[in-house]
C-alpha cells in the first residue's frame, strides 16, 4: 500500500516542464532520451512528464520507484524499439507506475517483444495502449509483487511460431494479477490472458476475438489460481488455434491452489457463423470452483473437468 501511494502521489502532483527534451522529471532536468530521465532517478523515486509524440526509444529501469505518465494519452507513442531485445520498457526496480502510454510495433528475434518486459517488483499500467506487437506486458517471476491493469487495450498481439508463444499479457509466477476495465481484441495468437500468478482477478473487461487469427483462450491460468473472473464480455472468433474452452484452470498442472476460484456475471458467446461447440472453463485442478450466474450463448457448455 505504501508503494502505491507514494506512486499515485507522484502521478497527481503537478508536472513542471522544462524546454530541452520531452522527457521531464519532476522538480529536475528535462532529457532527450527515455533512459536518461530514468537513470536521474536512479534507486529514488520519481515521475518522468512524457510530452506528446512519436519515439524511437527504450529504457531500463535497473531500482528505485518510477512513474512514467504521458501528458497527452493516446498522442505519447513509443513505436518499435525495445531495450536489450525485450522491450520498450524492461522493470527490474521496486515498482512502477506506467500511465497513457501507447507502445507499437514492437518485435525482437525471440519472439517476445514487449512493450513492458517486467522482471521485478509491482507493476501498474493504467489508460494506456499495447498494439501490434509480438507480446503486449511480459513478465518474469516475483511471487510478493502485484501486477495491475486498468482502463488498458490490447490489440494485435501474439504469435506460436516454433518454440513457443507470445501473448497479450503473460505473467510468471506473481503473487497477483489483477486486470479492470479493459480491452483485448484483435489477438494474432496465443492466449489474451495467460497467468502463472497466484492470485487472479479479471474483472469488467471485454474479450473481443471476432477478428481473432490462430487464436487460443481468452483466459488461461496455467497452474491454477484463486480470485476472481467477474463482469467480462468474451467473444470467441472463428479464426482460432484452438477453440477448445474460453476460460482453462491448471491446463498444465496444479501448481496453485485453485479452491474458491468464483467466475460469475459473465457473458460469453460464440460468433456469426461458428458451427462448433465448446466449453466456457475447462478446469484441471479438480477443486471446488465456483461458477454462477453467467450469460452463455448458444454451443457453450459452463465447465468441463479433464
Not at 532520451?33 to 535497473?62: F, K, M, S, T, W
Not at 463482469?231 to 501448481?255: L, S, W, Y
Amino acid at each position: 500500500m505504501r508503494v502505491a501511494a507514494i506512486l499515485l502521489a507522484l502521478v497527481i502532483a503537478t508536472p513542471a516542464y522544462a524546454a530541452d527534451g520531452p522527457f521531464t522529471v519532476r522538480g529536475g532536468k528535462s532529457y532527450w532520451r527515455l533512459g536518461q530521465a530514468v537513470n536521474a532517478i536512479g534507486n529514488g523515486e520519481g515521475a518522468i512528464d512524457i510530452a506528446p509524440g512519436r519515439y524511437r526509444d527504450c529504457a531500463i529501469q535497473e531500482g528505485g520507484r518510477v512513474a512514467y505518465i504521458g501528458t497527452q494519452p493516446g498522442a505519447v507513442i513509443f513505436d518499435g524499439m525495445a531495450c536489450e531485445g525485450k522491450a520498450t520498457l524492461v522493470l527490474r526496480g521496486r515498482a512502477a507506475h506506467v500511465q497513457g502510454i501507447t507502445f507499437a510495433h514492437v518485435a525482437v528475434p525471440d519472439g517476445n517483444g514487449a512493450g513492458i518486459r517486467l522482471e521485478h517488483g509491482n507493476l501498474d499500467v493504467i489508460d494506456s495502449q499495447f498494439i501490434d506487437s509480438q507480446s503486449g506486458i511480459l513478465s518474469a517471476n516475483d511471487p510478493s509483487g502485484v501486477i495491475r491493469v486498468e482502463k488498458s487495450t490490447f490489440a494485435g498481439l501474439g504469435a506460436c511460431p516454433s518454440g513457443g508463444c507470445a501473448h497479450s499479457i503473460y505473467i510468471g509466477d506473481y503473487g497477483a494479477l489483477i486486470v479492470t476495465n479493459s480491452r483485448f481484441e484483435r489477438g494474432t495468437g496465443g492466449h489474451y490472458v495467460k497467468s502463472r500468478a497466484a492470485r487472479i482477478e479479471v474483472l469488467n473487461s471485454s474479450f473481443d476475438d471476432t477478428r481473432g487469427q490462430s487464436t487460443n483462450y481468452m483466459i488461461d491460468l496455467s497452474g491454477g489460481a484463486v480470485g476472481r473472473i467477474a463482469g467480462n464480455t468474451f467473444v470467441q472468433g472463428r479464426n482460432k488455434e484452438n477453440h477448445a474452452a474460453f476460460i482453462t484452470v491448471a491446463p498444465e498442472g496444479v501448481a496453485n491452489p485453485s479452491q474458491g476460484l468464483i467466475v460469475e456475471n459473465n457473458t460469453g458467446s460464440l460468433s456469426p457463423g461458428a458451427s462448433w461447440s465448446t466449453v466456457f472453463v475447462a478446469d484441471w485442478s479438480h477443486e471446488p470452483l465456483v461458477i454462477r450466474n453467467n450469460k452463455l450463448g448458444k454451443g457453450l457448455t459452463v465447465s468441463e473437468q479433464f
